[in-house]
């Protein structure tokens, strides 16, 4: 079957937009080619510097017809329905219709449509172009005499050719005929800007690559990564190094280069005194090279990795050179941020005050950084006040987060209040991505407890679920109060997610604080903390904030566990209990804690994977239906007092009073193993109803024609109902 190549070759492309505009050239293609009946066997995209490539192999010569019979109006029928019949038939007249009867609605009116099967080269000419029009750039521009015209062709950069032929492996290719604003489409492409330039026939995907590979291009971008990552390790292995690798980097040089050239250059030795993060920071960032170390140390060396796209004369003496003046340049400003920010800052006198309300020692120069900060009145949020008052708080909730976690509260304290002091440093306004790790160098460097410095750059963490999660006491209190911070106070202005739009990352703020509890097993009753510190928020209703935020990170755990393959209908049983508002105020003991719902859970899988948990949920769920029904009758509540015994006695069932003792005997065992947070005790307990639940529904009528009995007996079963409830929702349980 014949197989279609299409390349759009252009100016230089982003690197960050390669890889994705790839994917939409194959869905926009394909998709539409399906549109019109036209399946293929397989699609590839491809990307360089200067091209879009896509190769679609398995496609017919033309679509199928298409046979459509479209019904009408009854015989007979008004004109106007008769005429909006033809026109959406596409029929002159009545006579092109054919008349079917039906028995009961009578004689009616058909048309059959029949369409043969477009020419897919037909359907190529058209797609493309359309494609090419809307193509779903990030940013695009015009070019040229054209662009001073409404409509003219938007590309990311100047279109030059495009190449599009379609044919079988057994017969020379056409070219699809059609034309982009006065770009023509042919069976031309070129190869590398330098290397060469000129053009290149080409009929088919099979000889494109290599032609292309013969003119120094290498269209897969993956096979380009290899290429780097392997010549830098070898490089790095020759001089009794090892590569620093870097997978963001890695793609992103992958899309600068079509032709691949790994060099090494060099810098001086003093530039190592720099932290080892700003070097490559600074050499990744201006230069886009990758950074070596030694293996028996550990530390940089003084050597980085750049990729060129040319094959050099010289090797890449030149090349090298010009990266290496560059690099020096970049690390001269590093060594003088790095020597700036170790220094007293020269207006020390103004920040006193600053420093006497966040107790700061300006003897310090990380302290004084942090006193600047606060003079400044740099704003974290209009309505959430300045850094400092932010920073004031989280020191406040780290103090009080410590003995729960584990932590010294003064060490926790004074974490809090340096964690944002590396904000204004000269190294962390160059390089952002530095905040947190620069402020843990300069406090390890003014002599701050080790855990104080680790806190200060990792109380942002995590990041992500692949990011690591902090586990040292002190850096855990400051993650913590870092995040419920600002949880609960953007909970306190009203910003909260809404949708897919998360302008202030609030979802990962909750991830990040489950996880660090999880984790760590911290045990955090959550609604008296947050109502707690929704308090140093002026203008709201801290528990109704804290009640509407514990749902919101009820949700994301939700997702966390589900993610780690957890039943979703456990998960939802667990999290359903006692969730009643008025059982989660201050002082409750029901308030949330984050461990104890995930050593719910995890009893509850277990328990209802044995033969007892099956066949109470199978009894409790009989129950809750009768219960359900009966109390659309009686009113929601009706049965909720306790069953009478005397009155159970009187009735003789044996089975309805083994049942009663039953619950009598099982309900305390739960309840005292669920506040000793035995859980499994609890199911234990909770499994010793399964022959009493059993016996009953086999022997007992619950609706007995007795009025008294059936009332007692549906007691009964609500007290079941209750006692299960202990435990988890198990009407949420599917099964």
Not at 75 to 97: I, M, R, T
Not at 318 to 334: F, K, M, P, Q
Request: net charge negative; proline share 5%.
């Amino acid at each position: 079957m014949p197989d279609l190549l299409l390349e759009l070759f252009s100016e230089e492309i982003p690197a960050r937009m390669q890889r994705k505009a790839a994917e939409d050239l194959k869905k926009l293609v394909t998709d539409a080619l399906v549109e019109r009946g036209l399946t293929y066997e397989g699609a590839k995209a491809f990307a360089t510097p200067r091209r879009l490539a896509l190769t679609i192999a398995g496609l017919p010569v033309r679509g199928r017809d298409v046979r459509e019979e479209r019904k009408g109006p009854r015989v007979g029928a008004p004109e106007a329905a008769v005429q909006g019949f033809l026109k959406a038939a596409g029929l002159a007249s009545l006579d092109q219709a054919t008349i079917v009867s039906d028995p009961k609605k009578g004689d009616s009116y058909i048309a059959v449509i029949e369409k043969p099967g477009q020419e897919t080269v037909a359907a190529i000419a058209e797609i493309v172009p359309a494609v090419i029009r809307a193509f779903p750039w990030p940013k695009s521009m015009r070019w040229g005499k054209a662009s001073a015209q409404s409509g003219s062709l938007r590309w990311v950069r100047p279109l030059h050719s495009i190449l599009c032929t379609f044919g079988a492996e057994t017969e020379d290719p056409e070219v699809v005929p059609f034309e982009v604003d006065g770009i023509k489409s042919g069976n031309i492409t070129y190869g590398h800007r330098f290397h060469s330039p000129g053009p290149i026939t080409v009929k088919r995907f099979d000889d494109y690559v290599p032609s292309l590979e013969r003119a120094k291009v290498v269209l897969d971008a993956d096979r380009r990564k290899e290429i780097i990552l392997a010549d830098a390790r070898n490089l790095a292995f020759a001089a009794g190094l090892e590569l620093v690798e870097d997978e963001g980097l890695l793609e992103e040089v992958a899309g600068l280069v079509e032709w691949p050239v790994v060099l090494m250059g060099d810098f001086e030795e003093r530039f190592l005194e720099i932290p080892g993060e700003a070097i490559r920071a600074t050499i990744r960032a201006n230069q886009k090279c990758f950074v070596l170390r030694d293996p028996n140390t550990g530390e940089l060396a003084n050597r980085f990795i750049p990729v060129s796209n040319l094959i050099a004369s010289d090797g890449g003496q030149a090349i090298t050179a010009g990266n290496g003046r560059v690099v020096r340049a970049r690390l001269s400003d590093a060594a003088y941020f790095w020597q700036t920010d170790r220094g007293p800052l020269p207006d020390l006198d103004t920040l006193k005050e600053s420093a006497d309300k966040l107790g700061l020692d300006l003897s310090k120069p990380l302290d004084q950084r942090m006193a600047k900060l606060d003079r400044l009145g740099v704003v974290f949020h209009a309505k959430l006040g300045t850094q400092g008052a932010r920073v004031q708080r989280i020191a406040a909730l780290a103090r009080e987060l410590a003995p729960i976690v584990g932590a010294d509260p003064a060490l926790a304290e004074r974490a809090g209040r340096l964690a944002k002091a590396d904000l204004p440093t000269e190294m962390v306004g160059e390089f952002p991505e530095l905040q947190g790790l620069m402020g843990r160098k300069y406090a390890e460097l003014q002599g701050e407890n080790a855990s104080v410095a680790a806190a200060i750059e990792e109380h942002y963490k995590p990041l992500g679920p692949s990011d690591r999660v902090p586990t040292d006491p002190v850096s855990v209190a400051v993650a913590l109060a870092d995040k419920l911070d600002t949880l609960v106070g953007f909970w306190a202005i009203d910003e909260k997610p809404t949708g897919s739009k998360d302008p202030y990352a609030l979802r990962r703020a909750a991830l990040g604080m489950i996880r660090l509890i999880l984790e760590n097993g911290v045990r955090l009753e959550l609604i008296p903390l947050l109502t707690k510190h929704g308090d140093r928020f002026s203008g709201h209703d801290s528990i109704n904030s804290a009640f509407e935020l514990v749902q919101f990170i009820a949700e994301r755990l939700k997702v966390q566990l589900r993610d780690q393959g957890a039943r979703f209908d456990l998960v939802d049983a667990v999290l359903e209990t006692g969730v009643r508002r008025e059982s989660m105020l201050p002082g409750m003991s029901n308030s949330r804690d984050l461990v104890l719902i995930v050593q719910r859970l995890s009893a509850l899988g277990r328990f209802l994977e044995t033969e007892d948990g099956k066949s109470l949920l199978a009894g409790y769920k009989r129950a809750a239906n009768i219960l359900k029904a009966e109390e659309k009758k009686d009113g929601e509540g009706a049965f909720a007092a306790k069953a009478d015994l005397q009155l159970i006695a009187d009735a003789g069932l044996i089975e309805e009073k083994a049942l009663a003792v039953a619950l009598a005997q099982a309900t305390p065992k739960a309840e005292a193993a669920i506040a000793a947070e035995d859980y499994e005790g609890a199911m234990s307990a909770l499994a010793e109803l399964r022959p009493a639940v059993d016996a009953f529904f086999d022997k007992v009528t619950v609706n007995d024609p007795d009025p008294a009995l059936r009332a007692n007996r549906l007691k009964l079963l609500n007290q079941l109902r209750e006692a299960t409830r202990a435990v988890a929702d198990f009407g949420r349980i599917v099964g």
